[in-house]
Structure formats: structure tokens, C-alpha cells
């Protein structure tokens, strides 16, 4: 059990590792509080999710490193919701039922052209890109369950930039 707590204190610095490697980029919320002028603006968030151009193949790796790292069988990988993308799973206290099971990292396949930023030796999508993405789904009534994550997002891209104006 000590070596789970170990992975799991670990699973940032780990992840940020794969990433460098393998050109993978960060995407989401953690790609925009990379971005954002002030901390205080910044969206939590417990996952990570990434591009890879082999999301299948990044998953497995990283849940094989949890694995390794933690001594035991506390990683899996399922398909996500979406097609194309992979979750890294955390088995929760029980090990057994899903119910209390915790999205470590989602993987998607890599679009041919997403604009990034290195932030810290790791590519970021770019807020640009992110701005494109809100937009989307604000206008897609199939992605109502977003809607508020989103204008959110929308909310602190936009303070971000009228801040940095200012100082």
C-alpha cells in the first residue's frame, strides 16, 4: 500500500515524463491554467488529458508505470466515452466495483494541426485553440452537459487576457 500512496503522490511528475517523451500534448483545463495570468483564475481539476498519436498505446504505458510504481494490479484502461480516446483508471479503495474508481488521464487521438505552446519542456494547447473548442460546443445543444464548464472557461480566458492588457 505504500508504494500505491508513493504512485499516487508521483502521478503528476509521471505523467509530465510520458509527455516529454513521447510528444504528447496537454490539453484542457490543465493546458489553460498552464496559460492563465493568475493562479486564483484557474479551473481544478483532477485528470489530465492529453493528445498522443497513439492514445491506446500511451494509456497502457502509463497505466503499466502506475502499476510498476505502485506494486500491484491499481491501474486499468477502458475506452472513454468517445471514440478514439483511452482512460487511465485508478481502482479505487475497493479494487473490485468501478464505483469509486478515478479518471487519472484521458488520451485522444492527435489532430493533424492543433497549435501549442512549450510551457516547462511540455506542449500545451494553445488558449487560441481552446477559445475555437468552447465555441463549438456552445453552439452543439448535444453538448448541453459543457455548456457551463465551458462559458467558464470562456469566462477566465477572457479575464486572463484583460489582465495581462493591464500589468
Excluded: C, W
Aim: aromatic fraction near 8%; proline fraction near 2%.
Amino acid at each position: 500500500m505504500i508504494d500505491k500512496i508513493f504512485a499516487f503522490l508521483n502521478r503528476k511528475e509521471i505523467i509530465r515524463e510520458q509527455a516529454i517523451r513521447n510528444g504528447e500534448i496537454m490539453r484542457g483545463a490543465r493546458a489553460m491554467n498552464k496559460q492563465l495570468a493568475f493562479g486564483f483564475l484557474e479551473r481544478g481539476t483532477s485528470d489530465f488529458d492529453l493528445f498522443s498519436k497513439t492514445p491506446l498505446k500511451s494509456a497502457r504505458e502509463l497505466e503499466r508505470k502506475f502499476d510498476e510504481l505502485s506494486g500491484g494490479d491499481f491501474y486499468y484502461v477502458k475506452p472513454a466515452k468517445h471514440k478514439g480516446t483511452f482512460r487511465v483508471m485508478d481502482r479505487g479503495n475497493d479494487l473490485k466495483s468501478e464505483h469509486d474508481d478515478i479518471v487519472i488521464a484521458d488520451y485522444t487521438k492527435q489532430p493533424k494541426k492543433v497549435k501549442t505552446v512549450e510551457i516547462e519542456g511540455i506542449k500545451h494547447v494553445r488558449l487560441s485553440e481552446r477559445i475555437k473548442d468552447i465555441k463549438t460546443t456552445l453552439m452543439n445543444p448535444e453538448a448541453i452537459h459543457r455548456h457551463f464548464k465551458d462559458r467558464g472557461d470562456l469566462e477566465r480566458i477572457k479575464a486572463s487576457k484583460m489582465f495581462r492588457r493591464r500589468f
